[in-house]
Nanobody, 119 residues
Framework: QLQLVESGGGLVQPGGSLTLSCAAS????????IGWFRQAPGKEREGVSCISSGDSRNYYADSVKGRFTISRDNAKNTVYLQMNSLKPEDAAVYYC????????????WGQGTQVTVSS
């Protein structure tokens, strides 16, 4: 059974950078498209970025395009989200999940990792 664990969150000043990791166990991650999502207090969870299996095509929400970069290291069974030029509105709990047909699989949500952007 595939399990995903997010890590790498923390407190960063506006304009700073963080790299989030989504580490997989129980299955080979390169068989899956993986998405990053975030949820801020009082808001619905929203998609941030995703990377396809195989050819590693990427998708980014308009709000993060040009600032965030998604990548995968199949040897480490990990997907990364490099976040640059962070803004206060990027603050949220970030989650990763496998995706099928553009939809996250709900059975795989983990604890997430908290990103706080504040001076």
């Amino acid at each position: 059974q595939l399990q995903l664990v997010e890590s790498g969150g923390g407190l960063v000043q506006p304009g700073g950078s963080l790299t989030l990791s989504c580490a997989a166990s129980g299955s080979t991650l390169d068989n899956y498209a993986i998405g990053w999502f975030r949820q801020a207090p009082g808001k619905e969870r929203e998609g941030v970025s995703c990377i396809s299996s195989g050819d590693s095509r990427n998708y980014y929400a308009d709000s993060v395009k040009g600032r965030f970069t998604i990548s995968r290291d199949n040897a480490k069974n990990t997907v990364y989200l490099q976040m640059n030029s962070l803004k206060p509105e990027d603050a949220a709990v970030y989650y990763c999940a496998p995706m099928v047909a553009g939809t996250p699989l709900d059975n795989y949500w983990g604890q997430g990792t908290q990103v706080t952007v504040s001076s």
